[in-house]
C-alpha cells in the first residue's frame, strides 16, 4: 500500500463528496419554489385588454405559477416574444429568461370575451446559481469517481522497499 497516493484519492474523494452535495444546496438557496405555492397575489382583467404583470432584470430568470377564473391559458407578452406557458393540472406554469441588457416588462393579456380573475404567484432568481450548481455536482461527480480510482490505485500498489546495498 502507498499511503501518499491513498491520502490523495481519499482528498480528492471528500472534496469530489462536498462538491457533489453541496450543489444542490446552492440551487435550493438560490431557487425556493415555496415561494410559489400558495398562490398570494390576485388582479382582474378586462376582455381585451392589458396589464402589466411582473419586471424581469436582465440576465435573470422569472418563474410563475397561475390559475384563472376561465382555466384557460392566458397570452404573457415581452416587447420581443410571447412567453410560453404549460398546463399542469389546471395550474399554468410559466418561465422567462431575460437574455437582454435592460428589464423586461411581462405583460398578461385577456384575449377572451369575458373578465377573469387571476390568481398567481411569482419568482425572480438568477440563473448563475442553478448553472453555478449544475457546474459543481458535475464537477463533484467526477472528482470522487477520480478520487475513489486513487485511493484504490493507492491501495493495490506495493509499497517502495528501501533495498539493502
Not at 5 to 29: D, E, H, Q
Not at 51 to 63: E, I, L, N, Q, S
Not at 132 to 146: D, E, K, Q, T, W
Amino acid at each position: 500500500m502507498r499511503k501518499n497516493i491513498l491520502i490523495g484519492g481519499i482528498i480528492v474523494l471528500v472534496i469530489g463528496f462536498a462538491m457533489f452535495f453541496g450543489g444542490p444546496y446552492i440551487f435550493k438557496s438560490t431557487v425556493n419554489l415555496n415561494q410559489l405555492l400558495p398562490l398570494k397575489d390576485s388582479l382582474s382583467i378586462n376582455p381585451g385588454t392589458g396589464v402589466a404583470f411582473t419586471v424581469v432584470p436582465a440576465g435573470k430568470v422569472m418563474a410563475a405559477v397561475y390559475n384563472d377564473s376561465l382555466s384557460k391559458p392566458i397570452e404573457f407578452k415581452s416587447i420581443n416574444e410571447t412567453v410560453s406557458t404549460q398546463n399542469e393540472n389546471g395550474t399554468f406554469i410559466i418561465e422567462y429568461y431575460n437574455a437582454g441588457n435592460s428589464n423586461q416588462t411581462i405583460d398578461l393579456v385577456n384575449n377572451y370575451t369575458v373578465p377573469m380573475t387571476v390568481n398567481y404567484s411569482v419568482l425572480i432568481f438568477s440563473a448563475s446559481g442553478i448553472i453555478y450548481s449544475i457546474i459543481l455536482v458535475l464537477l463533484g461527480g467526477a472528482l470522487m469517481f477520480i478520487g475513489g480510482i486513487i485511493a484504490v490505485i493507492g491501495l493495490i500498489l506495493k509499497s517502495k522497499r528501501s533495498n539493502p546495498v
